[in-house]
Every structure is written in structure tokens, then in C-alpha cells.
């Protein structure tokens, strides 16, 4: 078999909340029901994303997302509807309302409520064709 990531867990002042935003954002179904101590947003058929509830601080992460085109441009209409701000590279301090291209794809980025980075590209740039 060959290995897949199966989950991660994404600390989360507000695990309910956040897993909602992401998986509306995403288009992608989510459970208000927690799967033990975590709120489940299920990314795709191989990935979860278990959103945890933590009350002392924690390290914030970046979490990159792969969409074709037109993923693209509906999670980027779902993205300004809701009045997020994004940008086009990935320094925070930088917001600009802007896509961003690399290696022939499109590429935007924005910030969770909480602070973890969140991108979504349409070309990857670790993985070749």
C-alpha cells in the first residue's frame, strides 16, 4: 500500500468555528459533531483535517491547498464574499487582494482567525508532471 497522509490536527481557539469557515470555503463537508475531542473537516477522500480545541498558545502552521482552476476560482469567490483578506505571496504583512502566479498556475493566500496560513495554488511546486 502505498502511504497517504490520513489527517492533521489544526489547534484551534475555536474548533467549531474554524472548521466551518475552512470546509465552506473549501465547498467541502465537515462535522458540527465531534469525532472524539476534535471538529472533522474532511478535505478530500484521503485527507482530514481535525481541528482541536486549545485554550494555551500554540505554533501557527501553514496548510497549502492543490485546486484545479475552477476550485480556484470559486473558494477565491467565497473568499471575497466573505471580506477575508488575501494576497498574492506569503508574508503576512503583505495583503494586497491579489492572485499570485508561480510556475505557470495561480496562487493565493489568506489567514484562519486564529492565525494558521492557508494557501491554494493550481500548480504545485514540489510535484511535477
Given at each position: 500500500?502505498q502511504?497517504?497522509?490520513?489527517?492533521?490536527?489544526?489547534?484551534?481557539?475555536?474548533?467549531?468555528?474554524?472548521?466551518q469557515?475552512?470546509?465552506?470555503?473549501?465547498?467541502?463537508?465537515?462535522?458540527?459533531?465531534?469525532?472524539?475531542?476534535?471538529?472533522?473537516?474532511?478535505?478530500?477522500?484521503?485527507?482530514?483535517?481535525?481541528?482541536?480545541?486549545?485554550?494555551?498558545?500554540?505554533?501557527?502552521m501553514?496548510?497549502?491547498?492543490?485546486?484545479?482552476?475552477?476550485?480556484?476560482?470559486?473558494?477565491l469567490?467565497?473568499?471575497?464574499?466573505?471580506?477575508?483578506?488575501?494576497?498574492?505571496?506569503?508574508?503576512?504583512?503583505?495583503?494586497?487582494?491579489?492572485?499570485?502566479?508561480?510556475?505557470?498556475?495561480?496562487?493565493?493566500?489568506?489567514d484562519?482567525?486564529?492565525?494558521?496560513?492557508?494557501?491554494?495554488?493550481?500548480?504545485?511546486?514540489?510535484?511535477?508532471?
Amino acid at each position: 500500500m502505498q502511504i497517504q497522509l490520513d489527517h492533521l490536527i489544526v489547534p484551534s481557539a475555536d474548533k467549531l468555528a474554524a472548521a466551518q469557515l475552512l470546509a465552506e470555503l473549501l465547498d467541502v463537508p465537515w462535522s458540527d459533531k465531534t469525532i472524539g475531542p476534535f471538529a472533522p473537516v474532511f478535505v478530500s477522500d484521503s485527507l482530514t483535517l481535525d481541528f482541536d480545541q486549545c485554550q494555551e498558545p500554540f505554533a501557527l502552521m501553514h496548510y497549502c491547498f492543490r485546486v484545479d482552476p475552477q476550485q480556484f476560482d470559486a473558494i477565491l469567490a467565497r473568499i471575497k464574499a466573505r471580506g477575508i483578506a488575501y494576497r498574492s505571496g506569503p508574508r503576512t504583512d503583505a495583503v494586497d487582494y491579489q492572485e499570485g502566479s508561480y510556475n505557470g498556475g495561480r496562487i493565493v493566500y489568506w489567514d484562519q482567525p486564529d492565525g494558521h496560513a492557508w494557501e491554494m495554488l493550481t500548480v504545485s511546486y514540489a510535484r511535477q508532471p
